[in-house]
């Protein structure tokens, strides 16, 4: 149980244009997921906590209108990067934090955004 | 400022090799601290420690916290090429009931040569 689905895997898209990358949790029900960025060789480093109804709480540094994140369900998060700039390019990962087998999140498998 | 340390930052070693990767953290209402194997893709789960001086094992990874002195290893016996990966270390920063957010360490990229 407690599977997390990201998609998709990996997305190229020109400068200037929004992506939207999913979440779901398949066989549980999540108020709350994180979204992460990854950049190469780095730590994950959490950009906003996704709060079911209600707005997303972000990091600092972490500009809320350029990562717009909606929780509409229990189920369902999106993370839409908005006006891509190569510079968004990473790897991104959403969590839903649930204490299943002792664990505090699990995760999703991540999506490479590369914006040329 | 909660903040979780790994080292080293990367390691080569030969299979069948043992390692020991190192975390250490100041963080505030330190509940748990986790390890994840990262390849790829996102990390996998490996083990949640909540007490000092308890092992957990799972095949050739084992991992103890100390709650005194703020840090935890892991440690890989026998390691082989598949266990090369970025082991990361974890720690939950809010309990909000059902989710916390974690703060991750920088990382130990860990490679395993023939």
């Known amino acids: 149980g407690a599977v997390v689905s990201q998609h998709p895997s990996r997305v190229i898209c020109k400068s200037g244009t929004s992506v939207k990358i999913e979440c779901r949790s398949l066989d549980f029900q999540a108020t709350t997921m994180f979204w992460y960025r990854q950049f190469p060789k780095k730590s994950l480093m959490l950009m906003a906590t996704?709060?079911?109804?209600?707005?997303?709480?972000?990091e600092q540094g972490v500009e809320k209108d350029k990562f717009l994140i909606n929780h509409a369900s229990l189920t369902l998060s999106t993370l839409t990067v908005t006006s891509a700039h190569p510079e968004d390019s990473s790897f991104y990962i959403c969590?839903?934090?649930?204490?299943?087998?002792?664990?505090?999140?699990?995760f999703g498998q991540g999506t490479r955004l590369t914006v040329v | 400022e909660d903040k979780v340390v790994q080292s080293p930052l990367s390691l080569v070693v030969h299979e069948g090799d043992t390692v020991t990767l190192n975390c250490s953290y100041e963080?505030?209402?330190?509940?748990?601290l986790l390890w994840y194997k990262q390849e790829k893709k996102a990390p996998t789960f490996l083990f949640m420690l909540t007490s000092s001086g308890i092992e957990k094992k799972s095949g050739r990874l084992s991992s103890i916290l100390d709650k005194k002195e703020l840090f935890s290893i892991l440690n890989i016996t026998a390691t082989q090429t598949g266990d090369s990966a970025v082991y990361l270390c974890?720690?939950?920063?809010?309990?909000?009931?059902?989710?916390?957010?974690?703060?991750f360490g920088t990382g130990t990229r860990l490679q395993v040569t023939l």
């Open positions: 969590s839903a934090g649930v204490r299943v087998r002792g664990t505090e999140a699990f």
């Open positions: 996704s709060n079911e109804g209600s707005k997303a709480t972000y």
């Open positions: 963080v505030t209402n330190f509940r748990s």
């Open positions: 974890a720690v939950p920063l809010r309990d909000t009931g059902t989710a916390s957010k974690l703060t």
